[in-house]
């Protein structure tokens, strides 16, 4: 019987993925259900005895049996879009099934855990730190110090925490893990718990991605013996962006308002009820297995550039041809993530901005793709790579539109807490609706007043007006508390720098 | 059974757990299909916490509504990688669509931004929409 493979990840499926598995069996082949291999724009795609095809529809079933279907690939792991990315957290997709223990195991699961657990806390904390490994949620903290933290800190009892709130656009690398490696992530947990001390875990997933949380549960529940006395337990969000930032996430796990929390104290010390807490994002604990295997971290540290270490899962999205998940060492340039890998733009039009890093990320120009992948350097920059999401917009996307439309998410999602970004960005939607209709806005009906001295009593002009905006954003950067209100000047400035046509 | 009841019953299921609120509003939202001013009260009873604490909760979370909208949801991602395949061209077509029978809401990502524009229903989703195919779903929502 012909065995046909098929991922069940939720881009598949939204593709039509399940028609295709029901249309393969019903010509009487087995069908496998494993994870993606991160060729979105292939998916649905199936794979027998290694050679594939895609993106299938049912009807396509036939000619794939017969072999003489259009739309053979050839050898799936030879395909050149695979063939130039180097896979340590994603080194399970397409391979495996998300809930299979003897697949896991057969692939290396467990491996860093036993290694991990027989060594001293100490030990492994240390490892982590020699693999130079930083969060992958955005902020790109070393992850060996964090974890180091809350080893030394005293408190009752300790938490891991795994930031599963993706929510920035652009970005699927967390889903596709939690959906395609479930048990990565989990044994990455259990090694942080052994680490710093923990028994208890929770993941935080949003509620936006019910096929992680259908994936995450059980397999929870099949490894709960494997990681005992360590306990996990899945939290689902409810629709707050904000809540992707630590201690918003915190607080919403603690049953509260997802504000944020004022810094100091840091989580690692009063965390999650007060308690030293180390809050991962996915893609940083599902990197720690491979980082503790036997020569892990140093593999991990020899990979990579400068301070980024190691390798990056980097998401292409938006128009972009060839989109999916890329995981590469850090360095490579922003060029050949959009050209060479992506294949330019999917509606074939000349790139005319992308935006690394999801929502807060700063559009960058088609001159700067020199840039390459490393924190320090698009710091540098001025723009951030944030959780890896690359989106790209061909020559037809109005950046005006997008600098407004980043004020209007931050004042949709903005929990409240402080003023640059609860007024802010209000103000910031308002200001940019007077730049784009040309206009400069009169005086009020309080300005007016002879009292008020120091108020102009001509109309501001549009240049006053966009030295306003710069003004309010440069406010929201230094004042806001947490990155959704002081990162949102990114996109905002960075499209008024780059196209100032788009505002007129 | 009376809706105190019942939420007595939800939040019993949950008492377990540390910080039982979100678990607790996720399943009412559930069974009721909104979070209302009775269904708060009797939280607030159950979980030994005020009123304005609840409420606090649920209307921070976009996820909780305070009404019953019995009609059927359409979720449109418009964040910025559907953007930038023409979501933006399509709205106008699914409002049509969408008219008073289906509630059209916008979300922030659905995590399908390599196949974008998408768009969920319930927990099943669409990806690669074009506007035939989003006002077909609408329509038959």
């Known amino acids: ?504 | 059974m009376s809706v105190a009841a019942r939420i007595d019953e939800i939040v019993a299921a949950h008492a377990h757990r540390e910080g039982p609120l979100l678990p607790v509003l996720h399943e009412v939202q559930a069974a009721f299909g909104c979070v209302d001013e009775e269904a708060e009260a009797a939280i607030a009873k159950a979980l030994n916490l005020s009123r304005a604490e609840i409420h606090g909760v649920v209307s921070f979370y976009h996820d909780f509504t305070a009404k019953l909208d019995p009609r059927p949801c359409v979720e449109l991602c418009r964040a910025e990688a559907c953007q930038a395949r023409g979501v933006e061209a399509l709205v106008a077509a699914a409002e049509a669509a969408a008219g008073a029978r289906v509630r059209l809401k916008t979300v922030y990502c659905l995590g399908l931004c390599s196949a974008s524009p998408a768009a969920r229903i319930g927990d099943t989703l669409h990806a690669r929409l074009d506007e035939m195919r989003l006002a077909r779903l609408i329509e038959n929502a």
Request: hydrophobic share 40%; charged share 20%.
């Open chain 1, 1 to 504: 019987m012909t065995l046909v493979r098929i991922s069940d990840d939720a881009l598949a499926l939204a593709c039509g993925a399940d028609e295709v598995a029901r249309a393969f069996e019903a010509a009487g082949c087995k069908v496998e259900r494993v994870s993606s291999w991160g060729m979105h724009w292939l998916e649905p795609l199936a794979e027998i005895g290694g050679q594939g095809w895609g993106p299938l529809t049912a009807g396509d079933v036939a000619s794939v049996l017969e072999g003489s279907s259009a739309k053979a690939i050839g050898r799936i792991e030879d395909h050149t879009f695979l063939a130039s990315q180097q896979r340590l957290t994603f080194a399970r997709a397409g391979k495996t099934r998300p809930l299979s223990l003897d697949d896991y195991a057969a692939t290396g699961g467990w491996m860093g855990l036993d290694r991990a657990r027989a060594m001293a806390p100490q030990q492994v904390v240390e490892e982590v730190i020699a693999s130079g490994l930083r969060g992958r949620g955005g902020a790109g903290f070393p992850a060996g110090i964090k974890w180091r933290t809350v080893l030394q800190a005293a408190g009752p009892r300790k938490y891991i925490v795994c930031n599963a709130d993706e929510g920035d656009s652009g970005t699927f690398a967390d889903r596709m893990l939690m959906e395609g490696d479930p048990f990565a992530l989990i044994e990455g947990m259990a090694i942080a718990a052994h680490a710093v001390g923990a028994l208890q875990g929770y993941i935080y997933v949003r509620s936006e991605y019910p096929h992680a949380i259908a994936k995450l549960n059980p397999a929870l529940d099949l490894c709960a013996a494997r990681i005992a006395p360590f306990v996990i337990e899945v939290r689902v969000g409810a629709g707050a962006y904000v809540c992707g930032e630590e201690t918003s996430l915190l607080n919403s796990i603690e049953g509260k308002r997802g504000e944020v929390r004022a810094k100091p104290p840091l989580p690692a010390l009063e965390g999650l009820f007060g308690c030293p807490t180390v809050v991962n994002n996915v893609l940083t604990l599902a990197a720690i297995p491979h980082i503790m295997t036997p020569g892990g971290a140093s593999l991990y540290d020899s990979l990579g550039v400068e301070r980024s270490k190691g390798t990056m899962p980097i998401q292409l999205a938006g128009n972009v041809k060839h989109g999916g998940l890329c995981e590469t060492a850090f360095g490579i340039t922003l060029g050949e993530l959009v050209h060479e890998i992506g294949g330019g733009t999917a509606t074939g039009r000349p790139v005319k901005a992308v935006q690394v890093g999801g929502p807060l990320g700063a559009y960058i120009r088609p001159d700067q793709f020199d840039l390459p992948f490393d924190y320090e350097a698009y710091g540098a920059a001025g723009a951030l790579i944030g959780h890896g999401g690359v989106t790209v917009f061909d020559d037809t996307a109005d950046m005006g539109g997008m600098a407004r439309f980043a004020m209007e998410f931050c004042a949709a999602e903005s929990c409240g807490k402080c003023t640059p970004c609860r007024i802010g960005s209000t103000r910031g939607v308002e200001l940019i609706d007077r730049i784009r209709s040309g206009g400069g806005r009169a005086p009020g009906k309080v300005e007016s007043l002879p009292q008020m001295h120091n108020a102009p009593k001509q109309p501001r002009s549009r240049e006053q007006e966009i030295a306003l905006l710069e003004d309010l954003c440069e406010t929201m950067r230094d004042a806001s508390l947490c990155a959704l209100g002081g990162f949102t000047p990114y996109p905002v400035l960075s499209a008024l720098r780059h196209w100032p046509e788009d505002f007129m």
